[in-house]
């Protein structure tokens, strides 16, 4: 049974400082690794997705890398900003069934 | 473009009483779908997913079942709510299984 877990479960930063999130998996037999945005009371919304094959994917500020024989994922966000506040997921993909982890929620402070 | 919803957005029940839950799909085509749960405090969790219409599994066994009466309708229903049913229920799609997953606004639901 896939077990993800993200490190910190709260982060809080101050306006333009980097963001790293800590994400780890424990079946290191995953199709991707994905990374999800939730706000408050809302649903999800895909950030990232690195395919098992990979070691980053970059868009916009945001860059995750994959180390899948560790079982890591660390996901980058620059020159943080007061909107980034949110809950931010990890998920691994194994056959068909996504797992997640907890989540880490982030506050930017202005 | 595609696009998921979910009705209701917000919902409270008795316990005991029956639940449906619906989800449908727009600008796609034979979707992959599922259900999930987001309890208090903790991570998502698969209920259901679905490749076609009228295939179901189930990953958790509990009071809740699911049904794909059309390609891109996706219901969750329980004949009797538990107070333990209360939570975040949010539905999601994706085109082949090891394709990122696009979420719905998801449904919150208290049991009392």
């Known amino acids: 049974k896939q077990e993800v877990t993200q490190i910190p479960a709260a982060l809080s930063v101050p306006e333009g400082e980097n963001l790293v999130l800590n994400c780890s998996f424990t079946?290191?037999?995953?199709?991707?690794l994905q990374w999800f945005r939730q706000d408050p009371g809302k649903g999800l919304t895909s950030l990232l997705l690195?395919?098992?094959?990979?070691r980053e994917q970059t868009s916009g500020r945001l860059n995750a890398s994959l180390d899948k024989s560790s079982g890591r994922s660390t996901l980058y966000i620059a020159a943080s900003q007061p909107g980034d506040s949110a809950t931010y997921l990890c998920?691994?993909?194994?056959?068909?069934?996504?797992?997640f982890g907890a989540g880490t929620t982030v506050t930017v402070r202005a | 473009s595609q696009t998921i919803h979910q009705w209701p957005a917000t919902l409270v029940q008795p316990v005991g009483s029956p639940l449906s839950l619906e989800c449908t799909v727009e600008?796609?085509?034979?979707?992959?779908l599922y259900w999930y749960r987001q309890a208090a405090g903790r991570g998502l969790q698969l209920l259901f997913y679905?490749?076609?219409?009228?295939?179901i599994s189930s990953e958790v066994p509990q009071n809740l079942s699911a049904s794909r009466p059309q390609d891109r309708q996706f219901i969750l229903s329980s004949k009797k709510l538990l107070l333990s049913d209360s939570g975040f229920y949010l539905c999601a799609w994706s085109g082949q299984v090891q394709e990122t997953q696009y979420f719905g606004p998801g449904t919150r639901l208290l049991v009392l």
């Open positions: 998920a691994a993909l194994n056959d068909y069934k996504l797992s």
């Open positions: 600008g796609t085509s034979n979707p992959n």
């Open positions: 690195i395919q098992s094959s990979q």
């Open positions: 079946d290191s037999a995953i199709y991707n």
């Open positions: 679905s490749v076609g219409i009228g295939q």
